[in-house]
């Protein structure tokens, strides 16, 4: 089962909005709506920051949205700070041989 | 709140079988609901699933490393566990233990995210 499809880098300056796509197909992230996204920080467990394409765990700031067209996810943050310079990946259930899979990950750094 | 922790060897020699278990508190293994899984990551590299098992002992893995994988748990203990046979340096990674909320009315068992992690332990295999 291949990876999601994530750019390896995204950048932003602080204040400012960025957007990361996560590119599957049909049988997971066009085909269901359980995709989620996970901050980890360099030596850190990664943490969840959005479930079921678009929910927020309690705590994680709103400055954090997930939204889906097609066989793409996205996760949006807004107002960019210094601490949301870190490493995100996607993550979806999948109807083939295996039942769930990783993009490859995004590094995002803060300017 | 359920936290998870990793504890094993952190030094494996090749074609050995590596061995991790991950312990449960704030919260019982048994209740329904979740699968309870193993995550690598490889140095530098992105998330790699393991595979998963339901408290009553039901196991899903990945493909890639189906034959030399078993996933136990220990309700007692609140305990479960990753064998992973015959390493190479290329098993070389962090592993990380997670609870993973079951997706129930599909046809192949999944998970909709995982939360929380264990803080992860570097597994090394080397002689």
């Known amino acids: 089962q291949s990876a999601l499809t994530q750019p390896a880098s995204v950048s932003g300056s602080p204040g400012q909005s960025i957007t990361i796509s996560c590119t599957g197909t049909?049988?997971?992230?066009?085909?269901?709506?359980?995709v989620s996204w996970y901050q980890q920080h360099p030596g850190k467990a990664p943490k969840l920051m959005i479930y079921?394409?678009?929910n927020r765990p309690s705590g994680v700031s709103n400055r954090f949205s997930g939204s889906k067209s097609g066989n793409t996810a996205s996760l949006t943050i807004s107002g960019l700070q210094a601490e949301d310079e870190a490493d995100y990946y996607c993550?979806?259930?999948?109807?083939?041989?295996?039942?769930?899979?990783f993009g490859g990950g995004t590094k995002l750094t803060v300017l | 709140q359920v936290q998870l922790q990793e504890s094993g060897p952190g030094l494996v020699k090749p074609s050995q079988t590596l061995s991790l278990t991950c312990t449960v508190s704030?919260?019982?293994?048994?209740?329904?609901?979740?699968?309870w899984s193993w995550i690598r990551q490889h140095p530098g590299k992105g998330l790699e699933w393991i595979g998963y098992?339901?408290?009553?002992?039901?196991?899903y893995y990945n493909p890639s490393l189906k034959s030399r994988v078993t996933i136990s748990v220990d309700t007692s203990k609140n305990q479960f566990s990753l064998k992973l046979s015959s390493v190479t340096a290329a098993d070389t990674a962090v592993y990380y233990c997670?609870?993973?909320?079951?997706?129930?009315?599909?046809?192949?068992?999944?998970?909709?995210?995982?939360?929380?992690w264990g803080q992860g332990t570097l597994v090394t295999v080397s002689s």
């Open positions: 098992i339901y408290y009553s002992g039901s196991t």
């Open positions: 049909s049988s997971d992230v066009g085909g269901y709506n359980y």
């Open positions: 993550s979806s259930y999948t109807s083939s041989s295996t039942p769930m899979v």
């Open positions: 079921d394409v678009s």
């Open positions: 704030g919260g019982s293994i048994s209740s329904g609901g979740y699968y």
């Open positions: 997670a609870r993973a909320t079951a997706i129930f009315g599909v046809v192949i068992p999944g998970v909709r995210w995982f939360d929380p």
